[in-house]
């Protein structure tokens, strides 16, 4: 078992969890991810790891309650335990010194986006983070963003906080007023990373983002995790998840994330007792 260690409520329906995994964080580096499983009638699920202490032999997992089996992990508790723990998956981002780097984080989008701006920022680049959610209270680790970056901009979608707006308007203004940029990393929800892809296409800045499609096993066995990159298939969990974004066919991938949205609805609803699709 890997013991819940710390456990934290960020936002409504936003838990961070603390957990003793220490020859995962040992190995892991930005970007990288792990596939935990409940119990032994659990589903698998892959979850990216927002931190990692090395000297404590933890690391940390931030995860939103959307689903039958994210919500089960959100009745755990600090000194309850996580029966398998498989990890670090995929590659690591390429951590260089670029110059300058945008990191983009939408809503939970903003816990992958934090080790790999730290990481950034050790590199000596200068990083500018634009993180936004729907409102002021569904904003996570703004400090922790202002701690490892040399100029944060906030955008919330109702004002409430920061600015009114999309994440993608701030950057679309540093790049008409001239400034140069030379990687974007944008992580959040698929519509706002092809929005990101969208606004930086134009001008060839270099941009990656981190895929979240559905994935079973993490090995590239399973195939369920394929996502087209320039017209060829990969696989998240062994090719990524961080890709080249203006290479991603993004609109295949909202259709595959969509292949379960029945299945998930009717348990959102109860289970199979649920009677309102019928």
């Not at 960020?10 to 603390?18: I, K, M, N």
């Not at 892991?28 to 032999?57: M, S, W, Y």
């Not at 945008?102 to 990481?119: D, E, F, K, L």
């Not at 998240?236 to 609109?251: I, K, L, R, S």
């Amino acid at each position: 078992m890997y013991e819940i260690v710390k456990k934290e409520v960020l936002s409504p329906g936003v838990l961070l969890f603390d957990v003793a995994a220490p020859l995962i964080a040992k190995k892991c580096q930005p970007g990288q991810f792990v596939i935990l499983r409940i119990d032994e009638d659990g589903e698998r699920i892959p979850l990216t790891i927002a931190d990692f202490d090395r000297e404590a032999g933890t690391i940390t997992l931030i995860f939103q309650e959307v689903g039958h089996t994210t919500r089960q992990l959100g009745t755990l508790n600090k000194g309850d335990g996580l029966l398998d723990l498989v990890g670090p998956l995929g590659k690591a981002t390429h951590i260089d010194k670029f110059g300058t780097v945008v990191c983009v984080g939408g809503g939970i989008g903003v816990a992958p986006v934090y080790p790999i701006a730290r990481a950034y920022k050790q590199a000596g680049n200068k990083v500018v983070s634009i993180i936004g959610a729907r409102n002021a209270d569904l904003l996570i680790l703004e400090k922790e963003m202002a701690a490892v970056s040399d100029e944060l901009i906030i955008t919330t979608d109702d004002g409430s906080k920061g600015r009114k707006g999309l994440v993608i308007h701030p950057l679309q203004e540093m790049i008409d007023a001239g400034e140069k940029i030379d990687v974007v990393m944008a992580i959040g929800p698929v519509i706002m990373m092809r929005s990101v892809a969208d606004v930086t296409r134009p001008y060839n800045i270099h941009t990656v983002v981190s895929l979240n499609p559905i994935m079973v096993d993490g090995t590239g066995m399973c195939g369920g995790c394929r996502v087209s990159v320039g017209e060829k298939n990969k696989f998240a969990c062994v090719d990524g998840p961080e890709f080249d974004a203006h290479q991603v066919d993004f609109n295949g991938l909202m259709a595959r994330q969509r292949m379960y949205h029945d299945h998930e609805k009717m348990e959102r609803c109860g289970g199979g007792s649920c009677k309102c699709n019928k």
